[in-house]
Antibody, heavy 120, light 107 residues
């Protein structure tokens, strides 16, 4: 079965750091670009970051640029999001989501999400 | 950044009704527009890609149309299981952006 599964969420104080992971299974991981998308409680969807299949191309939302770093390990079929200098407004469910095919940024597979709460 | 304006923000309709949601881009995005459904407590799921293509396994009562700046998403006959929030998303340029969502309820 094609799946993505996030982990690593939790409660962190403002200014703290957290590393999220996304484990892929059931498909050839390096053939797909992957994104992070977040959803604050009761709010809509916000795209956070993109990384290409090789890892050579990376983009961030302005709201996280300079604080978050996306990476991937294709040997482990895993994606990561290092989040530093966390703020209260980063509180959200974080999803990893696969691009349907290269160049077509339609997210056809999503993980179940992991909750990040930034609070003292 | 490309702004996506989705309307209405919520609607209430009866089972069997035709439901239409619109999404307007702040600039021409060709057909680089997707639609998602999100049920409460669940991750979103892809319904329509590239403005008008039905994702595999999605019921045919869902459809999408449009190009340029104006797009429409339609449920031809609303079913109880369609209660959800629907989002459009553009992928013409980074940053990728979503519409604000449309919450669909049963009257």
């Amino acid at each position: 079965e094609v799946q993505l599964a996030e982990s690593g969420g939790g409660l962190v104080p403002p200014g703290g750091s957290l590393r999220l992971s996304c484990a892929a299974s059931g498909f050839t991981f390096n053939n797909h670009d992957i994104n992070w998308v977040r959803q604050a409680p009761g709010k809509g969807l916000e795209w956070v970051s993109y990384i290409s299949g090789t890892g050579a191309s990376i983009y961030y939302a302005d709201s996280v640029k300079g604080r978050f770093t996306v990476s991937r390990d294709n040997t482990k079929s895993s994606l990561y999001l290092q989040m530093n200098s966390l703020r209260a407004e980063d509180t959200a469910v974080y999803y990893c989501a696969r691009d349907r095919i290269i160049g077509e940024r339609a997210f056809d597979i999503w993980g179940q999400g992991t909750m990040v709460t930034v609070s003292s | 950044d490309i702004q996506m304006t989705q309307s209405p923000s919520s609607l209430s309709a009866s089972v069997g009704d035709r439901v239409t949601i619109t999404c307007q881009a702040s600039q021409d995005i060709s057909n680089f527009l997707n639609w998602y459904q999100q049920k409460p407590g669940r991750a979103p799921s892809l319904l329509i890609y590239s403005a008008s293509n039905l994702e595999t396994g999605v019921p045919s009562r869902f459809s999408g149309s449009g190009s340029g700046t104006d797009f429409t998403f339609t449920i031809s006959s609303l079913q109880p299981e369609d209660i959800a929030t629907y989002y459009c998303q553009q992928y013409d340029n980074f940053p990728l952006t979503f519409g604000g969502g449309t919450k669909v309820e049963i009257k």
